[in-house]
């Protein structure tokens, strides 16, 4: 069997850009691991019953016994492909649905502007 070749360079090539997209660049590394301990400190603020206790009203995999009452949290970046929506969905539901039952987080103060940014980074990763 002889391959062509254009299509061994083709081939080359898809496989030089795949290599190249796994190498991370120096200061990627530092910003994945900084973009982990954030999705990390969201989901714990998630979690907490006395902090955002999304658990109480979603089911998020991972989570113990999640309610029903609002959707499950998955796909959420697809869902959410505007991370800022996703934050003002946070900040509070009840500006693009005033009947929401969705607490809301930001406008009245229940966790803070550090606190939601760590929580739409978790909510996003899932």
Avoid: Y
């Amino acid at each position: 069997m002889t391959i062509s070749k254009n299509r061994l360079s083709a081939a080359t090539g898809a496989l030089a850009i795949a290599l190249g997209a796994l190498a991370l660049a120096p200061g990627q590394a530092a910003a994945d691991n900084h973009g982990n301990k954030m999705v990390d400190a969201g989901k714990k603020i998630a979690f907490d019953r006395r902090k955002g206790n999304c658990l109480a009203c979603h089911h998020i995999d991972g989570g113990a016994a999640g309610g029903t009452i609002g959707p499950p949290l998955i796909a959420m970046s697809v869902r959410f492909p505007d991370k800022d929506k996703l934050r003002a969905q946070i900040w509070d539901a009840t500006v693009s649905n005033p009947e929401s039952a969705m607490p809301p987080f930001g406008s009245h103060h229940i966790l803070s502007d550090a606190e939601i940014d760590k929580v739409v980074e978790f909510i996003w990763s899932l």
